[in-house]
Nanobody, 113 residues
Framework: QVLLVESGGGSVQPGGSLRLSCAAS????????MYWVRQAPGRGLEWVSTIKPGGITYYADSVKGRFTISRDNAKNTLYLQQNSLKSEDTAVYYCADPFQGYWGQGTQVNVSS
């Protein structure tokens, strides 16, 4: 059974930081491309970041320089360090391997003053 369980979301003021985690099980995490995807209220899914098995990373322009994706293959865990958060970062954040159809349940991030 494949499980992706996100944690670490919450409420923070603009300029603040959060670290999201995603614990993976039931598939070969270490060889999977992993993604963070978000959905803001009333909007569609938006790609945030990708990390390849070897650690190469990609970011959406909207988060580049502020967010950092990383992975610990020994712990089967994906991370997203979020710094300098803005109100427009408010969304439900999902970790996923969408090409295999694996999605977590999401974690809510609220950025407001």
């Amino acid at each position: 059974q494949v499980l992706l369980v996100e944690s670490g979301g919450g409420s923070v003021q603009p300029g603040g930081s959060l670290r999201l985690s995603c614990a993976a099980s039931g598939f070969t995490f270490s060889s999977s491309w992993m993604y963070w995807v978000r959905q803001a209220p009333g909007r569609g899914l938006e790609w945030v970041s990708t990390i390849k098995p070897g650690g190469i990373t990609y970011y959406a322009d909207s988060v580049k320089g502020r967010f950092t994706i990383s992975r610990d293959n020994a712990k089967n865990t994906l991370y997203l360090q979020q710094n300098s958060l803005k109100s427009e970062d408010t969304a439900v954040y999902y970790c996923a391997d969408p090409f295999q159809g694996y999605w977590g349940q999401g974690t809510q991030v609220n950025v407001s003053s």
